[in-house]
């Protein structure tokens, strides 16, 4: 600009002083437009410094500050109580009478060690402890009419681990999150290092129980296409470093995870749920879940993070009073709930539905001074999704058996961010699948109620017994 100027006033004639505006116009133009949208850059860039679990996707651990401690910063608010049980908590502590019940049933070992000279008075304090040790079981096959044993194929070899050392490897490997190559080394100190375990056992144990456990993980599938409502979730892990998904499917009674390759609708019809699937769906807005089941609730828990960020950006009420309102709707749910009621009437509906409205349209007439390029973009995009699918945000109104969250979804996918943190990944998808089938089993038992350890024992008792039309002396 300052070179137009100096040409210009070298020949001031009224042509060149023309020339020299116009051109300074242009200019001035240019550099408008790159203002604004260094502007817009400028915006967005702080919006994403400004994302925490609280207004974001992102995770409570990205929230720590090394000056702060852990926990500083969670989406949970603060009720006031003091930390620990609550009064008139039962509480879970070893009783006398549960571990004399032990002792008189034989079920624990049972040892007696005297302390000062013996009396017919004494007190008795109870220790509990567990031991682990090898344990061998020599079995032999002997020779039939034609001078051979008839031996199953996976008795093969002349020294195989049995059930105990298979269902321990496996329970470490699915419920504590724990590599192969440290199963290794837990397991064979357990034994007094008188074992020695190799993490490829560990891998072949975990395949084996796939295959042992076929049967349940059929069922699970079987019985989730029928359940009324499920909600559903997916999250990224890496397979060979490359990005891929695992999807799982929740309900209060089973839990199923798949591999995925993307969350697009050619991965998700070759699911073994959601094709065959006509109940509820409950997501995160993931839209390409519309193709599949009859209805959808949204997670309003995933809303709230919005609602707190358009807050937090534009100073705006209507989405803090949106929070609130939906808060509101669910605690009354939940006393309604509690009292044997299904949904709601259709007066108390249209009553929140009405004030659901009048809320948006609070919105649409504030965000019109709402500062900032991406904060007034992101909060029209906002309101009209909250329009849009409005139906699937307040669903929990009409059918009580909808959540107001997907958080049982999301917190049966912690384990498999876990798995990640801990290993890494996966080498392949071979391993992935391994790992969803063997979590998808272990899942369910454990809503179900069910001991894992003796589970995953009885499982591989099954595959690794000895046929019965052998006959067996012991």
């Given at each position: 600009?300052?070179?137009?100027?100096?040409?210009?006033?070298?020949?001031?004639?009224?042509?060149?002083?023309?020339?020299?505006?116009?051109?300074?116009?242009?200019?001035?133009?240019?550099?408008?437009?790159?203002?604004?949208?260094?502007?817009?850059?400028?915006?967005?860039?702080?919006?994403?410094?400004?994302?925490?679990?609280?207004?974001?996707?992102?995770?409570?651990?990205?929230?720590?500050?090394?000056?702060?401690?852990?926990?500083?910063?969670?989406?949970?608010?603060?009720?006031?109580?003091?930390?620990?049980?609550?009064?008139?908590?039962?509480?879970?502590?070893?009783?006398?009478?549960?571990?004399?019940?032990?002792?008189?049933?034989?079920?624990?070992?049972?040892?007696?060690?005297?302390?000062?000279?013996?009396?017919?008075?004494?007190?008795t304090r109870y220790v509990v402890d567990m031991e682990t040790r090898p344990v061998v079981t020599e079995i032999r096959f002997y020779h039939g009419r034609y001078g051979k044993a008839r031996i199953p194929s996976h008795l093969s070899s002349p020294v195989t681990y049995g059930a105990g050392v298979r269902s321990i490897c496996t329970m470490l490997y699915s419920e504590g999150v724990v590599s192969n190559d440290r199963i290794q080394t837990i397991v064979n100190s357990l034994s007094g290092n008188l074992l020695s375990v190799s993490a490829g056992a560990v891998y072949h144990f975990c395949k084996s129980f796939v295959a042992s456990s076929a049967p349940k993980y059929d069922s699970i599938k079987a019985g989730l296409i029928v359940e009324p409502v499920i909600g559903t979730d997916a999250t990224t892990v890496s397979m060979n470093g490359v990005q891929k998904y695992i999807r799982n499917f929740s309900t209060d009674t089973a839990c199923l995870y798949?591999?995925?390759?993307?969350?697009?609708?050619?991965?998700?019809?070759?699911?073994?749920?959601?094709?065959?699937?006509?109940?509820?769906?409950?997501?995160?807005?993931?839209?390409?879940?519309?193709?599949?089941?009859?209805?959808?609730?949204?997670?309003?828990?995933?809303?709230?993070?919005?609602?707190?960020?358009?807050?937090?950006?534009?100073?705006?009420?209507?989405?803090?009073?949106?929070?609130?309102?939906?808060?509101?709707?669910?605690?009354?749910?939940?006393?309604?709930?509690?009292?044997?009621?299904?949904?709601?009437?259709?007066?108390?509906?249209?009553?929140?539905?009405a004030q659901y409205d009048a809320l948006l349209s609070l919105g649409d007439e504030q965000s019109q001074k709402t500062k900032?390029?991406?904060?007034?973009?992101?909060?029209?995009?906002?309101?009209?999704?909250?329009?849009?699918?409005?139906?699937?945000?307040?669903?929990?109104?009409?059918?009580?058996?909808?959540?107001?969250?997907?958080?049982?979804?999301?917190?049966?996918?912690r384990k498999c961010k876990n798995r990640q943190k801990m290993a890494g990944g996966f080498r392949d998808a071979e391993g992935c699948d391994t790992y969803c089938k063997i979590m998808s089993v272990v899942e369910t038992w454990k809503r179900e109620g069910k001991n894992l350890l003796n589970e995953i024992r009885k499982s591989f008792e099954k595959s690794l017994a000895i046929p019965f039309s052998v006959p067996v002396y012991l």
């Open positions: 600009m300052e070179n137009i100027l100096n040409v210009a006033l070298e020949n001031p004639t009224v042509e060149s002083l023309t020339q020299a505006l116009r051109e300074l116009v242009v200019a001035y133009k240019k550099l408008e437009a790159k203002c604004e949208k260094l502007e817009r850059e400028n915006e967005r860039l702080r919006r994403q410094l400004n994302n925490n679990s609280k207004n974001s996707s992102k995770p409570s651990s990205t929230d720590q500050k090394p000056s702060k401690a852990a926990n500083t910063y969670n989406s949970r608010e603060k009720s006031g109580r003091k930390k620990g049980a609550q009064k008139g908590h039962a509480g879970k502590n070893l009783a006398r009478e549960s571990v004399q019940e032990l002792i008189d049933s034989g079920k624990a070992v049972h040892r007696i060690v005297g302390v000062g000279m013996k009396s017919a008075t004494y007190e798949e591999p995925q390759g993307a969350k697009s609708i050619a991965c998700m019809k070759e699911s073994a749920v959601l094709p065959k699937y006509s109940g509820t769906l409950v997501h995160d807005h993931e839209t390409a879940l519309f193709h599949f089941g009859e209805a959808h609730g949204e997670c309003n828990a995933h809303l709230f993070r919005y609602l707190n960020k358009n807050s937090e950006e534009s100073g705006n009420s209507w989405s803090s009073k949106l929070k609130s309102l939906l808060s509101s709707a669910n605690k009354k749910r939940c006393e309604a709930i509690a009292a044997g009621e299904e949904s709601f009437s259709e007066a108390r509906i249209a009553d929140i539905e900032g390029y991406t904060a007034r973009k992101e909060e029209r995009a906002l309101l009209r999704r909250l329009r849009k699918y409005k139906e699937n945000f307040l669903l929990f109104l009409r059918d009580f058996h909808v959540p107001f969250t997907n958080n049982m979804s999301e917190r049966d996918l």
